[in-house]
Structures are given as C-alpha cells and as structure tokens.
C-alpha cells in the first residue's frame, strides 16, 4: 500500500489540515483497510481514501473549535 505516490499524498494531506504525518499515515491505513475489504476494482481507491482522510480531519478541526 505504501508507495512513492502514497507518501506524498499524506505529505500534502498533513501540510493542508496541519497534522502530524504520522496521524495522517494512521487514518490513511485504517481507511484503506476499510475501503479496499471486498474492492473488486482498486484503481481510484488512493483518490477515495485520501479525500475521506482530508473530509475527516476537517471535520475534526471544526469540531474543535
């Protein structure tokens, strides 16, 4: 799971929401794992998986203010 394209996905995620890339890499796995159970096509699911990482920590950061 873990490539050159995943690496920089959850660079860039931790720069724009201002989180850890070690948080980032966490929810980045656990999401994956949830995503990919059963996936029959896994061509887009680094985009999906990134942009429920990206809508979660928003939503995070919003709860906590």
Same mark, same amino acid.
């Given at each position: 799971?873990?490539?050159?394209?995943?690496?920089?996905? /959850?660079?860039?995620?931790?720069? #724009?929401?201002? @989180?850890?890339?070690? $948080? %980032?890499?966490?929810?980045?796995?656990?999401?994956? /794992?949830?995503?990919?159970?059963? #996936?029959?096509? @896994?061509?887009?699911? $680094? %985009?999906?998986?990134?942009?429920?990482?990206?809508?979660?920590?928003?939503?995070?950061?919003?709860?906590?203010?």
């Amino acid at each position: 799971m873990v490539t050159r394209n995943v690496e920089e996905v /959850i660079k860039q995620i931790a720069a #724009a929401t201002n @989180t850890p890339e070690e $948080t %980032v890499t966490q929810m980045y796995a656990q999401t994956w /794992i949830e995503y990919s159970e059963g #996936a029959r096509i @896994t061509d887009y699911l $680094t %985009v999906l998986v990134a942009r429920r990482v990206r809508d979660n920590l928003r939503r995070r950061q919003q709860n906590s203010h």
